[in-house]
């Protein structure tokens, strides 16, 4: 099973179905949401 990990708060996200065990960073809704206000800055 994988897992996504948001890069910003480490926090887990989701997990999903993958023959390995593997990891995805992402962000999650939060992290998301300051990354979009940040860049529209
Ligand atoms: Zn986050």
Redo the contacts with the bound molecule.
């Keep these: 099973m994988g897992t996504l990990i948001?890069q910003?708060?480490?926090?887990i996200?989701d997990h999903f179905e993958d023959e390995k065990v593997s990891v995805l960073y992402s962000?999650?809704t939060?992290?998301?949401k300051e990354q979009i206000e940040k860049e529209n800055e």
């Design positions: 948001c910003a708060c480490n926090k996200i962000s999650c939060n992290c998301h």
